[in-house]
């Protein structure tokens, strides 16, 4: 998560805790980390790549994730900020992805033909959905677009 959204959302209490399966074993891994999810940092990303590209991916689409997660507003995208949201949606998804190497499902060829296309990749999908919290932190609502 960005640092500016991160900044922008109510900070949640407590710790989270990332668990990791394998599907062919029985063990679970995990790490526990103090303060909200929102709190985590994610690494795996080069110095290059994370303050250019990405960097100018998250500019290009801070408006309309600060109308939308901060602001609360609700409104019929345009073409060009639903792709921003996809785009975005995409490298974030990658960079949680290759946060754990033994099970990523993304391969590096497709890293690298999303890093130098730096648009929606072909068979990506996102769905995006308005949801209001009213009961500490549990989903009271959620409307799908």
Request: with cysteine.
């Amino acid at each position: 998560m960005p640092n500016w959204l991160r900044r922008a959302l109510p900070p949640e209490d407590g710790d989270y805790v990332d668990v990791i399966g394998d599907s062919t074993k029985t063990t679970w891994t995990g790490s526990r980390g103090t303060g909200g999810v929102n709190s985590q940092k994610m690494k795996g990303v080069c110095i290059d790549c994370n303050g250019k590209w990405m960097s100018n991916q998250q500019d290009l689409t801070r408006p309309v994730l600060e109308r939308l997660a901060v602001g609360g507003e609700w409104w019929s995208l345009s073409d060009d900020e639903r792709r921003r949201l996809m785009v975005w949606a995409t490298m974030t998804t990658m960079v949680y992805d290759a946060s754990h190497s033994p099970t990523s499902g993304i391969g590096q060829a497709e890293r690298e033909a999303f890093r130098q296309a730096k648009d929606a990749m072909p068979g990506w999908h996102a769905w995006l959905g308005l949801c209001w919290s009213n009961f500490g932190g549990h989903l009271d609502r959620w409307n799908p677009p």
